[in-house]
């Protein structure tokens, strides 16, 4: 079977709904009254793209050039400032962190190709 030995009496845990988690969270099952299939509400943006596996936040141009800003003056942020920022763009946190993180990344890419071009060169 499917269980362990020992465990075949065991009875299936309910889990929480993700309504009851965040309240203020909508999913949506279907799109027939014209409503996403994706999470809206706080800390979502309301805009999504869809990629191959899953829906993306694609943030507005002032909140991309603030992020820039604030990475060219510091490429590590401080959890103060974070938090400061998170607030003065409508955005989480964890969206500014992620962000912080993928555009060290983006920039260790750069570098390398860089890199390797000139070695190319050479």
Known sequence: GYWPKGFSSMTPVSTPSLSSLSPNLTVTASSSKGQPHYPTGPGTNNLRVRTSTH??????????????????????????????????????????KIWF????????????????ENQEAN
């Open 55 to 96: 829906y993306r936040s694609v943030y507005p141009e002032y909140v991309k050039d603030e992020l820039e800003k604030e990475y060219n003056q510091k490429k590590f942020i401080s959890a103060n400032r974070k938090a400061a920022l998170a607030g003065q763009l409508n955005l989480t946190e964890r969206q500014v």
């Open 101 to 116: 993180q993928n555009r060290r990344a983006k920039a260790a890419r750069k570098a390398a190709t860089v890199k390797e």
